[in-house]
């Protein structure tokens, strides 16, 4: 089993940054790749941006130029610094790790994302 544990959303006025964090914790040898996603209210859950392993990444057309995804495989730590954001960006935010075959997908508890003037 993997848990995992976001953190640094809030409020922020349009055109801001946040900084968001996703910490894994048990079985977490075979985390091929970690990633965000939002699901605003009334919406289905949507890829934001996906990183491998081997640091390739997978970016929604709305969020790019804006988002940056990484990781440190060593603290099993996986970020997202979100820059110039804008109200249609508030959703909850979910952090997510699957292996290479997809057997396993996990999911955390999500973070707020609130950008409104």
């Known amino acids: 089993q993997v848990q995992l544990v976001e953190s640094g959303g809030g409020l922020v006025q349009p055109g801001g940054s946040l900084r968001l964090s996703c910490a894994a914790s048990g079985s977490t040898s075979s985390m091929y790749t970690m990633g965000w996603y939002r699901q605003a209210p009334g919406k289905e859950r949507e890829l934001v941006t996906t990183?491998?392993?081997?640091?390739?990444?997978n970016t929604a057309d709305s969020v790019k130029g804006r988002f940056t995804i990484s990781r440190d495989n060593a603290k099993n730590t996986v970020y997202l610094q979100m820059n110039s954001l804008k109200p249609e960006d508030t959703a909850l935010y979910y952090c997510?790790?699957?292996?290479?075959?997809?057997?396993?997908?996990?999911w955390g508890q999500g973070t707020q994302v609130t950008v409104s003037s």
């Open positions: 997510n790790c699957r292996d290479i075959t997809n057997r396993y997908n996990y």
């Open positions: 990183i491998t392993i081997t640091g390739r990444t």
